[in-house]
């Protein structure tokens, strides 16, 4: 008799100051086949501790915690350059803090009040190499965020390397339009967009469309 392979596991950690959360959270964790609860921290210095020494997949990071918060965690996890990926809990959705974990390097954010289900599917998401969060809440988080003191002006140099097209596909995502809006609106196939959106993040050195959303703000290109 053939065996089949049994299908990968998303080794899942939780960071948040709510004991009881985090035991609600664990319990719809390790009710998921795919899924294995790995570990939980109660502040953000747990939590770097905890990316070091489990590396978990995903990471679900509570922004607002005493001590090191959800913020402080995220970005010295990218920094160290670890492979868990970051999905961040809040109770706002436009909370200025969720705005900087994402330009920090978090995949997304859910609500905590969100129903069980869409979390789950969240995870997967994110697991998969995907993003999770409404485009468009995502761009007013960023503009919140990039309307605070700090903020860079000017075009960056690099922005100057892209073309004419590759400008124009910059700013649609930028305004969060998805791929299937470009296409749309360009005449274009998705396929086509998609390649030129990789050529722009592969230029500007940026990981994925939220960052670019970031980066538009940031520098005060939108």
């Known amino acids: ?110 609500l905590k009040d969100a129903d069980p289900e869409f979390l789950l599917a969240a995870i997967r998401t994110v697991h998969s190499g995907a993003e999770v969060f409404a485009a468009q809440a995502t761009a007013e988080l960023i503009r919140r965020f990039s309307q605070s003191p700090g903020r860079l002006g000017g075009e960056p140099p690099e922005f100057a390397t892209l073309t004419e097209r590759e400008r124009e596909m910059f700013f649609h995502a930028a305004k969060g339009m998805s791929n299937g809006e470009i296409a749309a609106q360009e005449f274009l196939s998705e396929a086509t967009v998609k390649t030129h959106i990789s050529r722009v993040l592969t230029k500007l050195d940026l990981r994925d469309r939220v960052q670019l959303v970031v980066y538009a703000y940031e520098h005060g290109l939108l």
């Open 1 to 110: 008799m053939t065996t089949l392979p049994q299908a990968e596991q998303i080794r899942v950690a939780l960071v948040d100051d709510q004991p009881l959360f985090r035991g609600g959270i664990r319990m719809l964790i390790e009710s998921q086949p795919d899924m294995t609860f790995v570990g939980e921290a109660s502040d953000g210095a747990q939590a770097v501790h905890l990316a070091m020494q489990i590396k978990p997949d995903v990471i679900l990071m509570d922004v607002r915690m005493p001590g090191t918060d959800g913020l402080e965690a995220t970005r010295e996890i990218v920094a160290r350059g670890l492979r868990s990926r970051i999905l961040v809990l809040t109770t706002f959705d436009l909370d200025e803090a969720v705005a900087k974990a994402v330009a920090a390097g978090a995949s997304g954010f859910v």
